[in-house]
Every structure is written in C-alpha cells, then in structure tokens.
C-alpha cells in the first residue's frame, strides 16, 4: 500500500483494542463523548471528499463544547448532493480545506470516545484524510450508535435504525436535516437514549458499551455474567462444566481483563465457544506474579487434561532417546530413564521427533540399527546394513566391543554430555556430498536430522544446568513496584512472591524459603518438574531484568556444548543446504 493511502474497514477493524486515553472500566456518566457527523461528496474516502464537519462533546448529558464548520473539498459538489444537503458550491468557496481543519478537529476529539451513526463510514473519511495530509490518526474508541440500537431495540420498537427513525422513537430537541451539526446533535439525544437502555443490559462502562455494540454470539452474550467479579490480578482461570469438570485453563496477568475478553466479538474461535456453552462457572487462582501464573497453568492442564486446551496435555508422554547397556550397545526409544541410564538424550514431545534425532545419529556415527540382543559368544546373521557398509557388522564380530565403543556409542555419549562436534561435522559433511551430487531431496532430509539432533541436545542440555541446582532464588522488578520474587529447586519452581515497594526483600525471601515446597533431587535432565516448566523458568530467569540473588552452587553449561551451534540450527531449520556447507570446522 503507497504512503497515505487508505483502505476502508468494518468498525471491527478499527483496532478494537485502541484506546484514546480513555480507561474501558470509565463508567458512561463520567465518560466525555465527541459525537461526530460529516457531509461529504460522496463515494468511497480517499482523504478528500468532506464538505462538512460537526462535533459535539458531552458528558454525563451535559455539552462541553461544539465544533462546526464547512470544508471546502476542492472538487466540485454533485448535484443531488446539493439537494439532498442544501451545501452549495458557493457556500464552499470560501470555507477551509481540510488540512487546515484537522488540527483543530484532532485536539477537539483528544482524550475523549468517538460517537457517530454508522461509525465505519465517518471514521473512514477522517483516517483518510489524517493519512493523505500527514496527521497521526489517534486510534480513539469508537462507538456506533447504529450497532448499538441493533443490539438494544427490536423490530416492534423501530422498523429501521437510521438516524431519523432513532430521533423520532426518542423524541430528539434537534431533528437530523443532512447538515452535520444538527445531525451530530441529533445522535446526541439518540446516544443518551441508548445508554438509558443499557442498564437493562448490565452494561455500565465504556469498554462494556463498545463491546456489547458490536457482534457477539448469543451464547457469548448469555454468559457474560461469568465474567463478573474476577480479581484484576495475575493468576489462572478455569472455565468449569456443570459437574465441576475443568473445561478450559489459561492464564493472564489481568483475570478479570482476560476473561472478559471470551465474551467479545473479538473471540472468534469455534472451540472456544462450543467451550462457553457447556460452561458453567470459572474459578480464578491468583497467583504472586505472571511467571508463578504460567507454572500453576501447566501443572492444572496436566493434571486434568481439560478437554479444550490444546497443549501442554499429557507431560508423561514425553519419550526418551537412550543408549542401551551390553557389549553393542545401540539407540531406543523409551518412555522413562532408569536411575542407571547414563547415555540419553530428551525429553522429546513424540516418538517421531525421537526417531528423527535417531535417524541423524544413524546418519552420522555407525551405531547398529537392529533390535536383536547381540552376544559376544554367538554370531548373528548381518542384515542389508552391513552390506551397504553402513553399519559395521557387530552381530558377525566384525568389529570388538572397544572398537564399536569408540567409534560408535562414544559420540553420542559425548555429543549429548557436552560436544557434538563429530556428530555436526559428520552430518554436514553428509549434507555436503548428497547437495554435490544434486540430492538435494536427500540433502533436505539429512538437514532435518540435523535440525533434530542440535534442537535436542541444546535443549537437554540448557535444561541440565538449571536442574543440577539444588535452590536458586530470583528476583525482578514488579510493574508496581517491589520486587517479583521466585525459588526455584531443581527446576521446579517452589515458592513465589512480591516484596512491597519501598521495602527490602529479605523478609519476604525468608518467608518464601520457609513455606517453599521440599524438592528432592532425581535422574534426567527434569528431575521433578516437566521439561516445558523448567523452560518457563529458563525465559523468565534469562530475561535482561531478573537479577539471581542466591544460589546453592554455580550455574554452568558445558564449555564446547550445543549451545554454541545455535546459528546452525536456525540456518537448518529455516535455510536450504547450501546454506550450511561453510558451517563445517
């Protein structure tokens, strides 16, 4: 789209989260409206086109102010616009351009709710005339007296909801006449009319009025009472069933705020509201701040795998990536690490993605691929493997337990302990030579199982040195100040809170370490907590703002680890194969 122009849109894509200044919660009587009507020349807005502007600001049914004038559009007046307006060309001559009348317009409206009769086409000319002349458009909330009487009149009431059929039901002092000021008062009178019905409604406040104004489904608009009364606080809702049953769980920093938002037009999800009509209640669980709000989250999906939420479901269906014991050790696809595993790599969210990693382990180092129990006093037949030379023959005794050790399980042991150069070097070698040959469906493929087995081992790996902390303590700054304060004990997060502002946050870290939860230490990478809390715990301590205040021992990562192929891994994941033949050491 060029500089300055405009595409018209429906008042649902006029930013409804736009906000003026002006607070939702704002009770109407204290709200300040600038009801706003416009003649123009008719024809879609191209930032030109305004004959004629007229605002009036009022609040709490008193007037604060008139703006009018003529505008002059620079272009001559169609003819049934002058008979349908009375605005003649002459009248126009000597009136401003718009340009000069922005200015004036922009101030008057500041700070205030943007009212006009079928609101789209009003607000459209002035967003493009602010876009074709320069000004910045101030995203006000806008409110459609046409939509709202749709919402709160019926057809017994008035057959139609224009503005001259309005102004007759309620009986306006000003009757609409196609000039924009009396027409702007008219919608006055009809505006205040309106509110007087909301009541009924239970609709109190601006932002309920802007919503309640614009198309909802009336499932949402029967439900809407569920919404009342939640805190304005940090925390997690659940939306429950009738029998109690936990539907839907999420989290916001604002309960009340969020919640509410299922019962706008601006949720459109089928799910979503097949969800709000088996609701019955929701439950909200404050909580100290947003990072303990998204742990208590994950821990409630988990443990009832509420119907509507679709991730974050069935933590103990992570599988595992493990080397197996014996002479021949080769790669298996677990569902849990035994305290004696020592070579593993995970948690991954599907045996897929598991055996992808596999399949570039098997790509990169000859580890056997068979699934028979080898010994080293009987010989088993080799498979097509070993005549491809793609596996060195252990089931023949081709090769001794020390040999296959060092060439084979050593580097996986290593690349997921601490370095996968050989196996990185090994794969993008493999890459290098199918794209020489013009394999490049083959090279797509092996750029993928590289993909798989650096995702895996930097994510293992970064998991690993937070969970190898006995107890860590954080804090960061609380937006209203204090300080958000979090204990974290091998990975788990353990107690949570806020220190007052103006207050030092040693007696509340005390009081934390006193009630925090006991966390034992276990095996794995995510000894007592799930791989995707830890990793909420990792962003929120990773962040430029959280300070660590104590830990019990050091925070490390291997120095030659994955971490340092993160490049690699988004070239792999999002570049083609040339992309990596000069990643190679």
Known sequence: MAPGEYVQQTLAGLDPTAGGGVDPALPLYATTFVVVDLETTGGAPDGGGITEIGAVKVRGGEELGVLA?????????????????????????????????????????????????????????????????????????????????????????????????????????????????????????????????????????????????????????????????????????????????????????????????????????????????????????????????????????????PPYNRRSKFPERMVWLKLTDGPYPRLSVVRSLAPGDTAYLGPFRSKQAAELAAAGFHDAVPLRQCTHRLSLRTVTPACALAELGRCPAPCEHRITPEEYDHRAAAPFRTATASDPQVVVDALLARIEALSASRRYEDAAVARSRLAAVLRATV????????????????????????????????????????????????????????????????????????????????????????????????????????????????KAENGGSHQLSTERS
């Open 459 to 570: 994510r293992m790996q970064r998991l690993a040195g937070l969970t190898r902390i006995a107890e860590l303590t954080a804090a960061r700054r609380a937006p209203g100040g204090g300080w958000e304060l979090a204990l974290v004990r091998h990975g788990r997060l353990a107690g949570a809170g806020v220190s007052p502002a103006g207050v030092h946050p040693r007696p509340t870290i005390t009081a934390i370490r006193a009630t925090a939860e006991t966390v034992e230490p276990g095996h794995g990478p995510v000894p007592r907590a799930s791989a995707e809390e830890t990793e909420r715990i990792l962003s929120w301590l990773e962040r430029p703002e959280t300070r660590l205040v104590e830990m019990s021992s050091e925070w490390s990562s291997p120095v030659a680890g994955a971490a340092r192929f993160r490049d690699l891994l988004a």
């Open 69 to 305: 004038t003529l505008v002059n559009p620079g272009v001559p007046i169609p003819p049934f616009i002058t008979v349908l307006t009375g605005i003649t060309q002459a009248m126009l001559i000597p009136a401003p351009p718009i340009e000069q009348v922005l200015p004036s317009f922009l101030e008057f409206i500041s700070d205030a709710v943007l009212v006009a009769h079928n609101a789209p086409y009003d607000v459209g000319f002035l967003k493009a005339a602010c876009a074709r002349h320069g000004y910045r458009w101030p995203n006000p909330q806008v409110l459609d007296t046409a939509a709202l009487a749709r919402r709160v009149l019926t057809r017994d009431e008035v057959p139609n909801r224009k503005l001259g059929t309005l102004a007759a039901y309620f009986r306006t002092a000003t009757q609409p006449t196609h000039r924009a000021l009396e027409d702007a008062k008219a919608t006055v009178d009809v505006l205040h009319g309106l509110i007087a019905r909301l009541g009924g409604h239970r609709v109190d406040t601006v932002g309920e009025a802007i919503e309640f104004a614009r198309a909802v489904t009336p499932n949402q608009r029967r439900k809407r009472h569920l919404a009342e009364g939640l805190p304005k606080a940090p925390g997690v809702y659940i939306f429950r069933a009738a029998d109690d049953r936990p539907l839907y769980v999420g989290t916001s920093g604002d309960i009340a705020t969020r919640v509410r938002s299922y019962f706008t037009a601006a949720e459109k999800r089928a799910r979503i509201s097949e969800m709000l009509a088996a609701a019955e209640r929701v439950e909200a669980v404050e909580c100290a701040h947003p990072l303990e709000a998204e742990v208590r989250e994950l821990r409630l999906i988990a443990a009832h795998a």
